[in-house]
Nanobody, 125 residues
């Protein structure tokens, strides 16, 4: 599985950005695709993820209510729509995927085998 992330940029607090992850290679109905982020000096943390089968979505507490993850099956892309951005959302955002993840570990970084390159999101105050 290959992942190509795009859509980062610079935005003022309260603004919006839309990240896209293009997925290629061997995927299955059990595939899970999500987003993590890493701020300078901090560990990479879970943001949101989506199951291809059924479309169930999962969010971090920080993302809930402001971010929406979705999948465009025709284009094989996963979108992260980020609204009401805050300076603390500033980070490099990474797209990640795996072909089978259990519910108990779906927010855990080691559960994802495939990673794309990061895209920088900077939110100014």
């Amino acid at each position: 599985v290959q992942l190509q992330a795009s859509g980062g940029g610079l935005v003022q607090a309260g603004g919006s950005l839309r990240l896209s992850c293009a997925v290629s290679g061997r995927t299955y109905s059990s595939t899970v695709t999500g987003w993590f982020r890493q701020a300078p000096g901090k560990e990479r943390e879970f943001v949101a993820t989506i199951r291809w089968s059924g479309g169930n979505t999962y969010y971090s507490d920080s993302a809930k209510g402001r971010f929406t993850i979705s999948r465009n099956s025709a284009e094989n892309t996963v979108i992260l729509q980020m609204n009401n951005l805050r300076p603390e959302d500033t980070a490099v955002y990474y797209c990640a995927a795996d072909n089978a993840i259990g519910l108990a570990t779906i927010r855990f970084r080691p559960s994802y085998k495939y990673w794309g390159q990061g895209t920088q999101v900077t939110v100014s105050s």
